[in-house]
């Protein structure tokens, strides 16, 4: 295979358009090196090439200590050759090997481009990182990502909705399991123990109850390519134990519980969840929510998606908010008429670190008691700034009038800001446009989306919500231990969030309202926006990459403060980062600011 063919199948040449591949090519040399010749020395001269093993393997060494091994298609020394600092770590040719070897000025430019970007960003999700930088670490694998194909799980036990509960529980008790599927006319229902204690002993039915008619349907189910990450991120958000997996275009293999798929110290978060469907008094609700940020420290530490613990953090704040309405309504009597809690910003987005305030309003129908719905409100907000969830500085809390009321006032409301979007009105819109319910039977959506929709064909308001967007500008990049801001001014750290975070998701917000997008979550926006042709695909990848990137780093500073017994923060100080993170974040500013720039030119805004 010649080298342009064997370079296109591998990161981070696989993206890259025929000119800038051929310029690789050109750039490259080959060179072999037999069993056990050294490659790099340890803390001998840095890196003046990129190599990528050909043939052969070579092996990543810690003094003699072999700590990793890469072979066909991997690349190495590109730590060293971006910081030209020496090695960390020596490589030697495990047997005979043959490399390629890209110039220094090529390769750089490869890696700062957006597939380079892409690259890094996974490499240090990886934690490649932690390998490359460290001399005493190891890599850590990510198991959220296995497939739910390898969960150790049985067979599904299957029931007529003709038979009896008695049987279904004989069954159920026969076979040692907690749950089965019942077939049903309309597709399958499922039936758990939980079922048979509360829907047959509880209300009194007798045991000849046919099982269809406590059965719950239709079934979440999930494929057996999906990730056990998946599987527990909805698990927790919907308070269920067990999901049928299909496999071959819809068969059912096998039912998964919690504890199936937690085989590591994931349980944390599912005690919390049922500590706090156990809570009986605010207070142990306070309790229980207090120790949610050492249950996402330890997610981090396990090296789990950084999106998925943003996710797991929103619904575990949920979950928190769930608990805390539900004794509101116990001692406050049941609510006069339909209402809806909804969660905004970053809740809304499933997109919440460790740090977060509470972003939140109430709507209720039109012969709503709003004194009633008051008390509640405080209720919930005071819980939750007992539980460790301090309320929004600006107020955006359902307690406060202004975010609470009837449908039709939301409905006046969104018109109003949009119709006039001075300053506070697009910060406002900003956060209420992100919102999902949380709790209650009101139906908000029907008549608030057509709304939202519209403000995509309104130029000026589109106007006012992305100058926030580009308002905020990334950093330059590092100046040795310091942050050279977009000013040129140099600052002990920079906020990740402010920096970073923000205008990646403000962008996305201004791309889906123009595109008539209505889902919140910034990723699906951005794809979203891609789908229609105002955002290249590309680029789309590109800020999705540097979007997990940013929320890594944002998520493990905030662990290390949780561990270290300080409050958590956005405030990353540079020390800590290694060069590998450096350069991705130095990309992904440079990424930020060029698409804030593209936005502001398309839009008509001056920055």
């Known amino acids: 295979m010649d080298i342009p063919s064997f370079l296109r199948r591998h990161p981070p040449f696989d993206d890259l358009d025929e000119t800038a591949l051929q310029e690789v090519v050109h750039a490259t040399h080959i060179e072999f090196f037999p069993a056990g010749e050294t490659i790099l020395t340890q803390g001998g001269a840095p890196a003046q090439f990129?190599?990528?093993?050909?043939?052969?393997?070579?092996?990543?060494?810690?003094?003699?200590?072999?700590?990793?091994?890469?072979?066909?298609?991997?690349?190495?020394?590109?730590?060293?050759?971006?910081?030209?600092?020496?090695?960390?770590?020596?490589?030697?040719?495990?047997?005979?090997?043959?490399?390629?070897?890209?110039?220094?000025?090529?390769?750089?430019?490869?890696?700062?481009?957006?597939?380079?970007?892409?690259?890094?960003?996974?490499?240090?999700?990886?934690?490649?990182?932690?390998?490359?930088?460290?001399?005493?670490?190891?890599?850590?694998?990510?198991?959220?990502?296995?497939?739910?194909?390898?969960?150790?799980?049985?067979?599904?036990?299957m029931l007529d909705a003709s038979a009896s509960v008695r049987e279904a529980a004989e069954r159920m008790t026969k076979e040692r399991v907690s749950a089965l599927l019942v077939r049903l006319a309309a597709g399958w229902g499922i039936v758990t123990d939980r079922d048979l204690r509360g829907r047959v002993l509880a209300q009194g039915r007798d045991e000849t109850t046919p099982v269809g008619e406590i059965a719950t349907a239709p079934v979440l189910m999930l494929e057996d390519s999906d990730t056990i990450g998946e599987a527990l991120s909805v698990m927790l958000e919907r308070g269920i134990h067990h999901i049928p997996i299909t496999e071959n275009g819809g068969q059912i293999s096998k039912v998964v519980t919690d504890t199936d798929l937690i085989a590591l110290d994931r349980r944390s978060a599912f005690r919390l969840r049922r500590g706090l469907d156990a809570a009986a008094t605010a207070e142990a609700v306070v309790g229980v929510g207090r120790t949610a940020p050492a249950m996402i420290a330890d997610l981090v530490e396990a090296s789990a998606d950084p999106l998925d613990i943003a996710r797991v953090a929103a619904v575990t704040n949920d979950a928190i908010t769930v608990r805390l309405i539900e004794l509101g309504t116990e001692s406050l009597g049941e609510p006069p008429c339909s209402w809806a809690w909804l969660a905004l910003g970053s809740e809304a987005r499933r997109e919440q670190g460790v740090s977060t305030d509470q972003d939140n309003a109430l709507a209720y129908d039109e012969n709503g008691d709003d004194a009633y719905f008051a008390a509640l409100a405080t209720y919930v907000n005071d819980g939750l700034a007992e539980a460790g969830i301090p309320r929004c500085r600006a107020g955006v809390i359902a307690a406060n009038p202004e975010w609470r009321g009837s449908l039709s006032r939301w409905q006046e409301r969104f018109r109003s800001w949009i119709e006039d979007p001075g300053r506070a009105g697009s910060a406002f819109s900003g956060i209420a446009f992100d919102f999902r319910v949380?709790?209650?039977?009101?139906?908000?959506?029907?008549?608030?989306?057509?709304?939202?929709?519209?403000?995509?064909?309104?130029?000026?308001?589109?106007?006012?919500?992305?100058?926030?967007?580009?308002?905020?500008?990334?950093?330059?990049?590092?100046?040795?231990?310091?942050?050279?801001?977009?000013?040129?001014?140099?600052?002990?750290?920079?906020?990740?969030?402010?920096?970073?975070?923000?205008?990646?998701?403000?962008?996305?917000?201004?791309?889906?309202?123009?595109?008539?997008?209505?889902?919140?979550?910034?990723?699906?926006?951005?794809?979203?926006?891609?789908?229609?042709?105002?955002?290249?695909?590309?680029?789309?990848?590109?800020?999705?990459?540097?979007?997990?990137?940013?929320?890594?780093?944002?998520?493990?500073?905030?662990?290390?403060?949780?561990?270290?017994?300080?409050?958590?923060?956005?405030?990353?100080?540079?020390?800590?980062?290694?060069?590998?993170?450096?350069?991705?974040?130095?990309?992904?500013?440079?990424?930020?600011?060029?698409?804030?720039?593209?936005?502001?030119?398309?839009?008509?805004?001056?920055?």
Not at 475 to 483: E, H, S
């Open 438 to 607: 949380v709790a209650g039977p009101l139906e908000v959506r029907p008549a608030l989306d057509p709304i939202i929709r519209g403000a995509g064909r309104e130029p000026m308001y589109l106007r006012h919500l992305a100058g926030n967007a580009v308002d905020h500008r990334p950093p330059k990049g590092f100046l040795r231990d310091a942050v050279v801001d977009a000013r040129g001014a140099t600052e002990v750290t920079f906020d990740v969030k402010r920096g970073g975070i923000g205008p990646i998701t403000n962008m996305a917000r201004v791309q889906a309202l123009r595109s008539g997008f209505t889902d919140n979550r910034t990723v699906r926006r951005l794809y979203g926006a891609a789908a229609v042709g105002l955002v290249p695909d590309d680029d789309a990848l590109a800020l999705e990459e540097a979007f997990r990137l940013l929320w890594q780093v944002r998520l493990e500073h905030q662990a290390s403060r949780i561990r270290a017994g300080a409050p958590p923060d956005d405030e990353v100080d540079p020390r800590v980062l290694g060069p590998l993170a450096r350069q991705a974040l130095k990309e992904v500013f440079r990424l930020i600011d060029r698409m804030q720039e593209q936005l502001a030119v398309e839009l008509g805004i001056r920055r």
């Open 50 to 157: 990129l190599y990528v093993v050909r043939t052969g393997a070579v092996e990543v060494l810690d003094g003699e200590h072999v700590v990793d091994l890469h072979q066909q298609g991997e690349i190495f020394a590109y730590v060293s050759l971006l910081t030209g600092d020496v090695p960390a770590l020596g490589v030697r040719a495990n047997e005979e090997s043959i490399c390629y070897l890209v110039d220094r000025e090529v390769a750089v430019r490869v890696l700062s481009s957006r597939t380079g970007l892409s690259f890094l960003s996974r490499s240090v999700r990886r934690r490649e990182l932690s390998l490359l930088e460290s001399t005493e670490a190891v890599l850590a694998a990510d198991p959220w990502a296995t497939p739910l194909s390898a969960a150790d799980a049985r067979a599904p036990l």
